[in-house]
T-cell receptor
Framework: GQNIDQPTEMTATEGAIVQINCTYQ??????LFWYQQHAGEAPTFLSY????GLEEKGRFSSFLSRSKGYSYLLLKELQMKDSASYLC????????????????FGTGTKLQVIP | DAMVIQNPRYQVTQFGKPVTLSCSQTLNHNVMYWYQQKSSQAPKLLFH???????NEADTPDNFQSRRPNTSFCFLDIRSPGLGDAAMYLC????????????FGPGTRLTVT
């Protein structure tokens, strides 16, 4: 199974940089996702890491260390619209029939951006 | 635009009255999922389909059933809703190849009175 830990809430100032951490303990690992979820809406995909290192995509970057079971999402030049929950999700490496690999979501980090 | 559509967006049902939520997709993805999400909690996987193969999570109550009549459509049936079943129900799809990122529909918020 998977156990995923994220801080419950964070607050940051508009224009600043914030780092949201995620640690996981897994029986198998084949990739980590970050999703953004605004209140009352569905999650939307932000990033995917399967190898160690940093993946940069505009204002958002995601880092993975498989040996440490650790990832972070870095948000730069924060905007008010970045206020949302950020969900870390881990994909299992187990492959039952058909190649499907289960994804387990963390409870999310609620980020509040203040002026 | 390719997308995942859920209907209705808001559903009110009475305690014990069966309800069906629907999901359709134009992405032609093999895999479709149903999640239950309660306030401030992680989305909880109820079941998923890989093509026609149905996979039930071990802790999904028997009260929840699903149907996938074809690639594009998937239904969630709640046979006897209880107050504890009030939640957001999210449908998602993914391709069985590539990174496996999931595309979510807007969700159906279920209220049980």
């Amino acid at each position: 199974g998977q156990n995923i830990d994220q801080p419950t809430e964070m607050t940051a100032t508009e224009g600043a940089i914030v780092q949201i951490n995620c640690t996981y303990q897994t029986s198998g690992f084949n990739g980590l996702f970050w999703y953004q979820q605004h209140a009352g809406e569905a999650p939307t995909f932000l990033s995917y890491n399967v190898l160690d290192g940093l993946e940069e995509k505009g204002r958002f970057s995601s880092f993975l260390s498989r040996s440490k079971g650790y990832s972070y999402l870095l948000l730069k030049e924060l905007q008010m619209k970045d206020s949302a929950s950020y969900l870390c999700a881990v994909r299992d490496s187990l492959q039952p029939s058909g190649g499907y690999q289960k994804v387990t979501f963390g409870t999310g980090t609620k980020l509040q951006v203040i002026p | 635009d390719a997308m995942v559509i859920q209907n209705p967006r808001y559903q009110v049902t009475q305690f014990g009255k069966p309800v069906t939520l629907s999901c359709s997709q134009t992405l032609n993805h093999n895999v479709m999922y149903w999640y239950q999400q309660k306030s401030s909690q992680a989305p909880k996987l109820l079941f998923h389909y890989y093509d026609k193969d149905f996979n039930n999570e071990a802790d999904t109550p028997d009260n929840f059933q699903s149907r996938r009549p074809n690639t594009s459509f998937c239904f969630l049936d709640i046979r006897s809703p209880g107050l504890g079943d009030a939640a957001m129900y999210l449908c998602a799809t993914s391709s069985a190849t590539g990174t496996g990122e999931q595309y979510f529909g807007p969700g159906t918020r279920l209220t049980v009175t």
